[in-house]
């Protein structure tokens, strides 16, 4: 069985970094494409970042485009999400998800298999 742990989540000022840490289980990483997603009291939850089996391609929401990263470490079966000049808006619980199918379409929550418990991050202004 396949499980995801999050990790890293915190209040943090408006203009700061956290990284949060998904640690992957019961599976190999390297052969999951990886998401980072979020949800907002009241809203939907919502694509924030991908990056692909290998490793070798990346995608962002346009609302965290220049300021978050996603990386991955297969040999530790960690990803990661770097977030940089956090602002309030950003304020959200945030989930790592794997996708074992590598779906073209991936920026739907229905691409992906598996996912974490969610960390949540506070952003104060």
């Known amino acids: 069985q396949v499980q995801l742990v999050e990790s890293g989540g915190g209040l943090v000022q408006a203009g700061g970094s956290l990284r949060l840490s998904c640690a992957v289980s019961?599976?190999?990483?390297?052969?999951?494409?990886m998401g980072w997603f979020r949800q907002a009291p009241g809203k939907e939850r919502e694509f924030v970042a991908r990056?692909?089996?290998?490793?070798?391609?990346?995608s962002y929401a346009d609302s965290v485009k220049g300021r978050f990263t996603i990386s991955r470490d297969n040999a530790k079966n960690t990803v990661y999400l770097q977030m940089n000049s956090l602002k309030p808006e950003d304020t959200a619980v945030y989930y790592c998800?794997?996708?074992?199918?590598?779906?073209?379409?991936?920026?739907?929550?229905?691409?992906?298999?598996?996912w974490g418990q969610g960390t949540q991050v506070t952003v104060s202004s």
């Open positions: 998800a794997a996708d074992t199918m590598s779906r073209v379409v991936f920026m739907n929550v229905k691409a992906y298999d598996y």
């Open positions: 990056m692909s089996r290998r490793g070798t391609s990346t």
């Open positions: 019961g599976g190999t990483l390297s052969s999951y494409a």
